[in-house]
Each structure stands twice: as C-alpha cells, then as structure tokens.
C-alpha cells in the first residue's frame, strides 16, 4: 500500500515537472511578447504626440489663416514654424471664385527614425465682407432733348418731359428709320461701385411687330460710344394696358472712356432711340413715356 502510495507521488511528480518546464516556456514567450508590446506602445505614443502636435499646429494655423482679411489669404511655401523648429508648415490657397478660396494648410514632420510624416487639412473661406454687400440701383430719366435732335417724333418731349420717370405722357413714332435723342441724366450724387448698367425704355405698341426694331445707342460729347443694341422683347408690350421698361445691358467697353462711372451720367451722355423697319414696315407704332438708365451698384446692408 504504501509503496503504491510512492509511486503515484512519485508520478504525480513527473507529471509537475513536465508543467513547470511547458509553463516555463509559455511565461518566456508571454514576457517576451509583453515587453514587446510596451516598447510598441512607447513608440506607438512618441508617433501620437508628434501626430498630436501637427495637428495642434494644423488648427492654430487654419485660426490665424480665418482672422485674416479674405483678400491678404495667400499661398505660403513650406516653412519651418518658429515655436516648433521640429516641424514644417504649408499653405495652398486656391480661388473657388471671386469671394471663396480653398486654403490647405499641411504640416511634415520627421519621427525619430527620420521616417517623412505629413498631416492635412481643407477648408472653404468666403468673403464675410462681400456677402453683407447688397445689389441695389439708381435709375435716371432724361429729362431734356439730345444735341441731335429728332426726326419723325411726335411729342417727343413726352419721353424727357419728367425727372422720376413715366408719368402717361407719351412720345410716338410710327415711321421707320425715325430716332429721338434722349439726354439730362444725372448720377444722383453716387460714389459706390457700379456691377451693371443698362438702357430702359418705357414703352408700348399699339400691335405686334414681325422683325422691325426700336434700337438704342449712345452718344457722349457728341460721339458715338457703343455699339448698337435692339430691344428684344417689344411684343411683350402690345397695348397701353402692358406698358412697361424694357432693359438691354450695356457692357463696360461701351461705356464712355471703356468703363462705367458715376460722372459718365453726369456728363454729356445721350440716348439714340430709333425705330427702324426690317424688310418692309411692320407698320406698328412704338409709344414712350421714358427713357434712362439704370445702374445696380452694390453697398453694405
Ligand atoms: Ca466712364
Ligand atoms: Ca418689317
Ligand atoms: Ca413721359
């Protein structure tokens, strides 16, 4: 009994020992996997903190970049930041438009193997000023008879007979090839940007036109300053029940000097109003009540 009782001690022993030497070699590796993990997790957080700090340094410099007045934002080439020499920043601007840029803003760093790292970030940045800006206009009648005079005009100083506009006293030709000169317009006293300028014309007919025309062009100081222009929606107006403007805009390079100012309109600047046939005449007669500018410029809200 007792020698039974040694031999399973002494096999239970054997067993242990077979543990001990397989749990052994389980702990080794398990350590050796452990402390690798922490050296992983050392570097693991150098990386963090370096990749922390770019983007710290992406933020503070998207900050500063929207402080700026929208119109200084510009491009900046790479560049060491003087309160982190370790670390690099770059600035890409873009224009979407007129009053949106596009500005990319990176920053390169090195980690401690010399390995390149980078970090980015986008944004969109719109003009605050222009968009508090509003498109208003000022339009001026003629109010007095062109240096040019008139043909084939009946009435003629119903179109330039009122300062503020139509007032149901009406111009009429009938003829083709008939013109009227308009002039007395006046800036108002205007000093804002002018966006747009255009002719307009207080009309009606008394029927449809087939393919005659009523154009206009400008004079000023007595020369020809624009091209000539052809009202394109007249039949809009048939009948005094649909009197109304109608507008063509003028461009820039037909304005007097190549570019629209406010003085232009205090100047001498004249209307040529003519009524012309195409093929033979339509026969339709044209009414004025007013013709004049009108500007849209723009201005804070
Ligand atoms: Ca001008
Ligand atoms: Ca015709
Ligand atoms: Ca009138």
Known sequence: MKSLKLKVQS???AFSLIEVVVAIFI??????????M????????????????ALNLLQRTME???GYDFNTIASETRAAVSDFPDYEIEITKTDISGNLKKVLVTTYWQSDTGQPASQQVATLIANASAMSQIAYSHT?????????GQTGWLNHEN????????NDAWATVTVADYRAFLAGFTSGGHTEAITKVEVCVYLYLDSPIVDDELRVLLKFNGSTCSAEYSLANLNDFVGSDNSGATYVTLPDTDAP????DWSDFDGDLEIKAEFCDVATSDGVTCYVDAAGFRATYEAAE
């Not at 922490?38 to 700090?53: H, M, P, T, Y």
């Not at 001026?140 to 040019?148: K, L, V």
């Not at 000097?257 to 629209?260: H, L, P």
């Open 11 to 13: 096999k239970n022993s």
């Open 27 to 36: 702990l080794g590796t398990a350590l050796v996997g452990i402390s690798q």
């Open 38 to 53: 922490f050296r992983l997790g050392v570097i693991n957080d150098e990386v963090n903190e370096k990749r922390l700090v």
């Open 64 to 66: 500063t970049i929207r």
């Open 140 to 148: 001026t009648w003629a109010t007095a008879f062109g240096d040019s």
């Open 159 to 166: 179109a330039y007979d009122s300062a503020s506009g139509p």
């Open 257 to 260: 000097g190549g570019t629209w």
